[in-house]
């Protein structure tokens, strides 16, 4: 089973949630994690526009969990499991499969080079950030997905979203699946850089006191990253279409 598989089952559920805040919390956080995030995202987004509520400041799809596998496996490679905490290495493009884009290129502390020129080595490190979700789903087999690195995803990222709308902390950032109308002077550059005008990307965002503060260009990527960058968006463009153009069954009587 893929995310892609859930779309069935969620795109409904995630309609009749999303109808709900729109009445009963329009100013709402919302933080989206159910399957497929590619498409999920774009249904939350669309619903609220019906409602008149749509706010992209708003709206994110978490990714974090992305994050979390890209330090904890790059740490692991470099032979320092212990210190996953201390590497960040952003996530990029979506929530599955290529369309999950680790910059190595790009992680603090920096990936050695011994791993970096060595492609199969460097191959195999991303196809295990990519598909590390789907080796879960596929280990507890048919019994759901991540639980505990989920949790600790989303308490990272629910955290940071509290901090920074609540807590009066600036400067906060965290990668999101986000609606890249909600810092238009930076989505333009940010789809110079995808080469395409998507309407959803995940990208290293600023968080602040309103939600989304500012989308963070994706900055210099390598030659094998733009090769995959442009993978994810191949494959990240239908997921979008699907979600946007997705109708829910009227409710049975
Ligand atoms: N974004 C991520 O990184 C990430 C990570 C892990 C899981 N997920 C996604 O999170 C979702 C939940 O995964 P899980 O492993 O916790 O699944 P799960 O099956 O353990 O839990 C799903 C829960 O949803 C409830 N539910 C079912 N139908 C509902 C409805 N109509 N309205 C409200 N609630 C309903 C069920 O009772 C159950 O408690 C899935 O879509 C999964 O793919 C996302
Ligand atoms: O629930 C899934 O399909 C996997 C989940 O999104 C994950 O990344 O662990």
Avoid: W
């Amino acid at each position: 089973m893929t995310r892609d598989d859930l779309f069935n089952i969620n795109a409904g559920i995630c309609t009749t949630l999303a109808q709900a805040i729109a009445q009963a919390a329009p100013k709402a956080f919302v933080l989206v994690i159910s399957n497929p995030v590619n498409s999920t995202v774009p249904i939350f987004a669309e619903v609220f526009k019906k409602q008149g509520v749509f706010d992209p400041k708003r709206l994110f799809g978490v990714t974090t969990l992305d994050c979390l596998r890209a330090s904890t496996f790059v740490a692991s490679v470099v032979g320092e499991p212990t210190k996953a905490s201390e590497y960040v290495v952003p996530v990029i493009g979506g929530h599955a499969g290529y369309t999950i884009l680790p910059l190595l290129s790009q992680s603090q502390p920096a990936v050695p080079q011994s791993i970096m020129s060595d492609k199969s080595k460097r191959d195999a490190l991303i196809q295990r950030i990519q598909f590390g979700g789907d080796e879960v789903v596929e280990a507890k087999a048919g019994a759901g997905s991540a639980t505990l690195s989920m949790a600790q995803a989303g308490a990272e990222f629910a955290g940071k979203v509290l901090r920074a709308a609540f807590g009066g902390e600036t400067g906060i950032i965290a990668p999101s699946y986000v609606n890249l109308a909600a810092d238009e002077a930076n989505a333009k550059t940010i789809r110079g850089e995808i080469g395409k005008d998507l309407e959803y990307f995940s990208v290293n965002v600023t968080l602040g006191k309103n939600g989304i503060e500012k989308l963070n260009p994706i900055g210099k990527i390598d030659e094998a990253e733009a090769q995959l960058l442009k993978k994810a968006v191949e494959d990240l463009e239908p997921s979008i279409v699907k979600g946007v153009n997705f109708k829910a069954p009227p409710p049975k009587l």
